[in-house]
T-cell receptor
Framework: NAGVMQNPRHLVRRRGQEARLRCSPM?????VYWYRQLPEEGLKFMVY????????ESGMPKERFSAEFPKEGPSILRIQQVVRGDSAAYFC?????????????FGAGSRLTVL | DAKTTQPPSMDCAEGRAANLPCNHS???????VYWYRQIHSQGPQYIIH???NNETNEMASLIITEDRKSSTLILPHATLRDTAVYYC?????????????FGGGTRVLVKP
């Protein structure tokens, strides 16, 4: 019973390139959440998705960042034209349903370094 | 969601119980108390949650006061591997989702 799988675990990009981070939720989970953790800072919510729908993107930067969770395949967090300030750990979490006392299961994270 | 207040850091001795306090004085009736921890550079890990009653699982115990304005997470026998940042989160049930909002947490250092 695999947990939340994130890849790549480490990604290095030069300024101006694109970064794509993937997240496969736990089996049976249809809700995905992305969080960002800047160096020496706390976890900040970015976006919450269900299959083919963005439910809450209140934490997403207005430009360059996008997320999707297609009907088939993993959720993707895409960062276009990366800048040094995008260097961070990006964590994905999943849950089985949207309400009630649900527990979020987190992945190990993807660490983006922008040179 | 109600705001929580935790001490920024605390030390505890290996093998002893660690008692982590959390204040949530503005909690409302349908809000759960969750505890997560983040061991250095790893993803957050769920520990326990509760609504009104005290809860216990294989990792910890959660004691919620009768007025629900505060709670304590108890690690019964702390080990060096319990060194982590512990987050107390209060979350209301919402139809639109159950995102968790992380505060600063308590940085716990277990010492030999």
């Amino acid at each position: 019973n695999a947990g939340v799988m994130q890849n790549p675990r480490h990604l290095v990009r030069r300024r101006g390139q694109e970064a794509r981070l993937r997240c496969s939720p736990m089996k049976g989970h249809s809700h995905v959440y992305w969080y960002r953790q800047l160096p020496e800072e706390g976890l900040k919510f970015m976006v919450y998705l269900q299959k083919e729908n963005i439910i809450d993107e209140s934490g997403m930067p207005k430009e360059r960042f996008s997320a999707e969770f297609p009907k088939e395949g993993p959720s993707i967090l895409r960062i276009q034209q990366v800048v040094r300030g995008d260097s961070a750990a990006y964590f994905c979490a999943s849950s089985p349903k949207s309400s009630g006392a649900n527990v979020l299961t987190f992945g190990a994270g993807s660490r983006l370094t922008v040179l | 969601d109600a705001k929580t207040t935790q001490p920024p850091s605390m030390d505890c001795a290996e093998g002893r119980a660690a008692n982590l306090p959390c204040n949530h004085s503005t909690i409302s009736g349908n809000e759960y108390v969750y505890w997560y921890r983040q061991i250095h550079s790893q993803g957050p890990q769920y520990i326990i949650h509760g609504l009104k009653n005290n809860e216990t699982n294989e990792m910890a115990s959660l004691i919620i006061t009768e007025d629900r304005k505060s709670s304590t997470l108890i690690l019964p026998h702390a080990t060096l591997r319990d060194t982590a940042v512990y987050y107390c989160i209060v979350r209301v049930e919402k139809a639109a989702g159950n995102k968790l909002t992380f505060g600063g947490g308590t940085r716990v250092l277990v010492k030999p």
